[in-house]
């Protein structure tokens, strides 16, 4: 089963061959977007736009239907108004199209005369055997292989990064600005996939797709409705095992329910029902969009926490409180470190540190006591975790501080760090320096700690498996 799944889903992500149904030479249309994103930036493989209208679009030949192209087709990705779509649909069975991407809304979400035109081309399809994703939706990207079937012009839209997160998102427009958002933070992505009214493939093939990607070590998913629950647990149960999965579920409350059913026509279960499923398969669940990309940075960037002792290595005192107070909440442990670890640390800091947890490195510290107190707590064996408050404003600190923390996480890094930082100009530089390292920086210690958490709620749950 999953091995089909694996091949039938294959060539949206890795087509050899892919035909633009709507290609357009006005470069304020979809089509036309579509068809640029193809040809211009990265994609090695063959393209053809279709366009009863015209000879060549881009440079590229085109064909008046994809009946007419001469070669086979991985990929349809269908740029055209709804009421046009049956037809199309029906020409790519004739051609034998293996998958196809409808972009196209106007289906199941706005009433019933949409809801026949999707019945259409469910029909289409199961008989065809074509996999079609959407309709309603922006498609996928893939950044090794440059797919990307977005309508989105590039100066408008930040170019995804390659990276290691998977994105699987019902609703194109939250996929859309949370792919701007990540590349404008620099943190990458392997692939994405947004379902839209999912007439074909739904987020339980998507995810068995993704669980299999050599690609991608986490997933993350924004789920609007579910319509087989008990499929969906199933297959997320085997994949939570291979890799962390970081759920965002909308439609929580009557309005946002009624919302769910104009966005995409589906209907969305009690949200109580939901959290408790996603806890049972091992899904972490995000309370909001902010968490969702806290989480999914620190899972791309850390390995995940082996227990729940976690040391706190602060400049100042207050912030080791904030820190102590939100990882109590949040069941986590704040670690008594060894006895070897507190006396290691009075031999090397002034009387005036604090060596205990939280250590309180106070306003004076240099990026040598940095390195040595995270050197310690990661050697520590109470400690699974350790978070740093750091104070970049301070005197001492230099921006060589950002090599002396990547050079001892690299050297022991079987258990996740994270740092919390907050500050203006130099504190923003400091923090895309830490990032490049794959040191994940959350302006506040809660994210810090919330971030953390999930760290230890994967490990605790992959431990028990």
Known sequence: MLENVIEKLKPFFQPKSVA??????????????????????????????INPEADEILGVKAYPNVKDVPDEIDLAVIVLSAPAVPQVMRDCAEKHVKCAVIISGGFGEVGEEGMKREREVKEIIQKSGIRVIG???????DTSTMVNTMFLPAKHFSKPERGNIGFISQSGA??????????????GISKFASYGNKIDVSESEL???FSQDPETKVILMYVEAIDNGQKFIEVAKKVTKLKPVVALKAGRTAAGSKAVISHTGALSGAYTIYKGAFSQAGII??????????????????PYAKGNR??????????????????????????????????????????HYVVKNPVDLTGDA??????????????DKNVDGVIMIILFQVPRLEETIVDAISETTSRLHDKPVIVSSIGGEYTK???RKLEARKIPVYPTPERAVRAMAALVEYGTYVSKT
């Open 366 to 379: 240099s990026e040598g006591d940095y390195k040595t107190a995270l050197a310690l707590t990661l050697e």
């Open 310 to 351: 976690i040391a706190i290595i602060t400049g100042g005192g207050g912030y080791g409180v904030i820190a102590s107070d939100s990882c109590e909440t949040l069941g986590l442990q704040v670690a008594n470190l060894e006895d070897k670890t507190i006396e290691n640390m009075r031999m090397s800091f002034p009387p």
């Open 174 to 187: 939250f996929g859309l600005t949370m792919i701007d958002y990540l590349a404008s933070e620099g943190i």
């Open 429 to 431: 530089k400091m923090v």
């Open 285 to 302: 669940h995000a309370d909001n969009v902010q968490e969702l990309v806290d989480i999914g940075k620190a899972f791309s960037y850390q």
């Open 20 to 49: 633009i149904i709507g290609a357009s030479r006005n470069p304020t249309k979809s089509g036309y977007v579509v068809l640029e994103n193809f040809v211009k930036f990265g994609y090695e493989g063959r393209v053809y736009p």
């Open 207 to 209: 995810l068995e797709y």
């Open 135 to 141: 309709p309603n939706c922006m498609g996928v990207v």
